[in-house]
Nanobody, 127 residues
Framework: QLVLVESGGGLVQPGGSLKLSCTAS?????????IAWFRQAPGKEREGISG????????FYSDSVRGRFTISREYAKPTVILQMNSLKPEDTAVYYC???????????????????WGQGTQVTVSS
């Protein structure tokens, strides 16, 4: 059973950067076709923001983070990284990683696509 654990969240000033990690255990991350990052701000629905295809390394970003966030795999480790730059107060949320054996590109930012979820890490962007 795949277990995902997010880390790296915290408090950062606007314009700053954070690096989130999603570390897998219990199974090999290579067996999962897609790994994605979601976030949920208070009072809002969970939003898919970035994903990476394990087969070809193709990356996907929502309009809200494109150009500021970068997703990557650390193949020597069972880890997916979300590098977040130029952070804004509206990026404040709990950030989750998710994974699934299948991959439907049309549903990459849909919660329904994913069977495996981490517990989340809080990111707060504030001065």
């Amino acid at each position: 059973q795949l277990v995902l654990v997010e880390s790296g969240g915290g408090l950062v000033q606007p314009g700053g950067s954070l690096k989130l990690s999603c570390t897998a255990s219990g199974d090999t991350l290579d067996y999962y076709a897609v790994i994605a990052w979601f976030r949920q701000a208070p009072g809002k629905e969970r939003e898919g923001i970035s994903g990476i295809s394990n087969s070809d390394g193709k990356t996907f970003y929502s309009d809200s983070v494109r150009g500021r966030f970068t997703i990557s795999r650390e193949y020597a480790k069972p880890t997916v990284i979300l590098q977040m730059n130029s952070l804004k107060p509206e990026d404040t949320a709990v950030y989750y990683c998710a994974a699934d054996h299948g991959f439907n590109v049309d549903m990459i930012f849909s919660e329904r696509h994913y069977h495996y979820w981490g517990q989340g890490t809080q990111v707060t962007v504030s001065s």
